[in-house]
C-alpha cells in the first residue's frame, strides 16, 4: 500500500476529511496555550513593589496635603483619594503577576482557602510574599519621605491605641476580606481593581482607623512621623486586630457564600 492510499484508508476509517483536520490545524493555533504563572522571584518582586508603591501613595499624599491645607478633612479627603487611584492602577498592573495581594492578611487567608482545597498561593509561596510586603512597606515610606525632603527615617509619633480604633481595624479588615474573597467565590475578581480600591477609599472614612486594614502597611506607616504615621507602640495592637479582621471575614465568606449540594 502506498502513502496515498494508506492516508485514504485513515480517512475513510475515521470519517475525517481535509477540510475538517485543516479546520482542526487553524483552531489549534488560533486558541492560545493556558498561561503559565510566573516565577516566584517575579511574584514576589511584584508584591514588594506593589507594596512600596501602595504606601508612597498613602504617605506621599499624605505629606502633600498637610502642606497645602491646614483643613484636617480636606488632608484626609486628599489623602483618601489619592489612595483610591493608587491601589486601582497597582492592582490592574500587577494582579496578573503576583495576585496584587500587598497584604499580609491577604496572603495569609489565601493559603488557608489553598490549604482546605480551594485556589491559592502554597506556604512556601506566602513564605516568600509575606517578608516582600514588609520591606516593601518600609522602602516605600523611607521613598516618600525622601521625595518631600523628610527624615528618611523618623518614628512616628501618632498614638493610634485607642479601643475604638482597634475595633475599626477590624471591621475595616474583615471587610477588605469578605469582598476579595466574595469576589473570588462568585468569579467576578476581574471587578477586583475597581472594587478593592473603592472599598478602601469608603472605609477611609466610615472606619474610626482609617482603615490600614494590613500588617506590612501598618509596620511601613511607623517610620514616619508624617499624616499617615502611626506609633510604633500602636503597630502590635493594630496588626493583632487586623488578623483577627482576616478570620473574621473568612468566617463571613463561609457563611454568605456557603456551597449547597448539588442536586442527585
Known amino acids: 500500500m502506498t502513502a496515498t492510499e494508506a492516508t485514504d484508508a485513515a480517512t475513510e476509517a475515521t470519517g475525517t476529511t481535509e477540510p475538517a483536520r485543516a479546520a482542526e490545524s487553524a483552531t489549534a493555533v488560533v486558541v492560545p496555550p493556558p498561561p503559565q504563572a510566573s516565577p516566584l ?4 518582586a511584584a508584591e514588594l513593589i506593589g507594596t512600596a508603591a501602595l504606601v508612597a501613595v498613602v504617605v506621599g499624599s499624605g505629606i502633600q496635603a498637610t502642606d497645602l491645607t491646614q483643613d484636617v478633612g480636606l488632608q484626609l479627603l486628599a489623602n483618601s483619594t489619592a489612595t483610591v487611584f493608587g491601589l486601582g ?3 490592574l498592573l500587577l494582579g496578573p503577576v503576583s495576585g496584587a495581594h500587598f497584604n499580609p492578611v491577604v496572603t495569609l487567608a489565601e493559603w488557608w482557602t489553598a490549604r482546605r482545597g480551594g485556589a491559592g498561593v ?5 513564605a516568600a510574599y509575606v517578608p516582600a510586603q514588609i520591606a516593601g512597606a518600609i ?3 523611607v521613598l516618600a ?3 518631600f525632603g523628610e527624615p528618611l527615617v523618623k518614628w512616628s509619633t501618632h498614638d493610634r491605641s485607642a479601643g475604638n480604633l482597634l475595633l475599626g481595624e477590624v471591621v475595616a479588615t474583615a471587610g477588605l476580606i469578605l469582598l476579595i474573597f466574595g469576589l473570588a467565590r462568585t468569579d467576578r475578581l476581574r471587578f477586583a481593581p475597581v472594587a478593592v480600591a473603592s472599598y478602601i477609599g469608603a472605609a477611609y472614612w466610615f472606619t474610626s482607623s482609617t482603615s490600614f486594614a494590613n500588617p506590612a502597611v501598618t509596620v511601613g506607616r511607623a517610620f514616619t512621623d508624617t ?3 502611626i506609633a510604633p507602640g500602636s503597630v502590635l495592637g493594630f496588626v493583632g486586630m487586623q488578623l483577627v479582621g482576616g478570620v473574621a471575614g473568612l468566617a463571613l465568606v463561609a ?3 456557603m456551597r449547597g449540594r448539588s442536586a442527585e
Do not use: H, N, Y
Open 89 to 91: 492602577v497597582l492592582i
Open 122 to 126: 502554597t506556604l512556601r509561596e506566602a
Open 41 to 44: 522571584i517575579a511574584r514576589a
Open 145 to 147: 519621605d525622601a521625595m
Open 227 to 229: 499624616f499617615a504615621g
Open 255 to 257: 457563611l454568605i457564600f
Open 139 to 141: 522602602a516605600g515610606a
